[in-house]
């Protein structure tokens, strides 16, 4: 079989793929079946931790692909591959793309630093159980909104903050977005959520801030700047005001508590 590090032209790529399926024939070797990675994807988007425990128990003819001459950076790519494709499941079921990118980078960065292939393997089932948690906090975490009646100018304007959070938010352009007043709105959200509209920016924003704190890799100034605070003391102190925490404080002591965690399941 010819050297994967010469495949230099679409050629020799398409000779290499054709003398593999005829070995793999030869051999009745095969893929693990597609709907087996579907139930498991699926399961991530859904937040259903049971599913994805049925599916990483089940028993299929097949293997997994082969990525890499090497064993070790074998299972390094398929390791990858399945943090991408979590993190992109998580997304479609409602993560923030900007937190699960970041996750995707910090798993993929530890991928390379394991040189272990039984390491590797823990690594990649939590990665999968890790986003299958976050999609399903932020489901409950919708469901809970969902269960109140809002006004529909209030859903408009809520719609409108989530899609802007990384812009400064003054109720004065969020107003003239939904063409009505600031001050009829102000009192709406108000009358129906128990707060302003500006306490409802900062503590989503927060969130965004928690998240990428102990997610990614990102500076205080350069988390600052990404959500629209005008410095990274801006930032400190409403943060600090929310939360008791200086934004040191919470990255580490909550980024190592996170990377403790093992998720079990019975």
């Known amino acids: 079989m010819k050297d994967l590090s010469q495949l230099n032209t679409s050629e020799d790529i398409l000779k290499y793929y054709s003398d593999t399926v005829f070995l793999n024939q030869e051999n009745q070797q095969q893929h693990n079946p597609y709907d087996q990675e579907l139930r498991e994807t699926q399961a991530i988007e859904d937040g259903d931790m049971d599913l994805l425990q049925k599916s990483l128990e089940e028993i299929y003819s097949g293997q997994l692909g082969r990525l890499a001459r090497d064993e070790l950076r074998n299972i390094r790519n398929i390791a990858i591959v399945n943090a991408v494709l979590s993190s992109r499941a998580a997304i479609r079921g409602g993560l923030l793309p900007e937190i699960s990118f970041t996750l995707c980078d910090a798993y993929i960065q530890k991928i390379e630093e394991i040189n272990s292939t039984d390491a590797l393997q823990k690594l990649m089932r939590e990665c999968k159980f890790h986003y299958c948690q976050l999609v399903?906090?932020?489901?409950?975490?919708?469901?809970?909104?969902?269960?109140?009646?809002?006004h529909s100018r209030i859903t408009l304007c809520k719609n409108y903050i989530f899609s802007h959070l990384h812009q400064k938010l003054k109720v004065q352009d969020i107003a003239e977005e939904l063409n009505t007043t600031p001050s009829y709105l102000a009192d709406l959200f108000r009358l129906y959520e128990g707060q302003s509209i500006s306490s409802f920016i900062l503590h989503e924003k927060i969130k965004l801030v928690k998240n990428m704190l102990i997610y990614s890799p990102y500076t205080y100034s350069q988390i600052a700047a990404y959500l629209g605070f005008s410095s990274?003391?801006?930032?400190?102190?409403?943060?600090?005001?929310?939360?008791?925490?200086?934004?040191?404080q919470y990255r580490e002591r909550?980024?190592?508590?996170?990377?403790?965690?093992?998720?079990?399941?019975?």
């Open 136 to 150: 399903s906090d932020t489901k409950a975490e919708r469901s809970m909104q969902k269960k109140k009646i809002p």
């Open 232 to 248: 990274q003391s801006h930032l400190g102190a409403q943060f600090k005001k929310v939360t008791g925490f200086t934004l040191r």
């Open 254 to 266: 909550f980024r190592n508590l996170s990377s403790d965690i093992t998720i079990k399941k019975n």
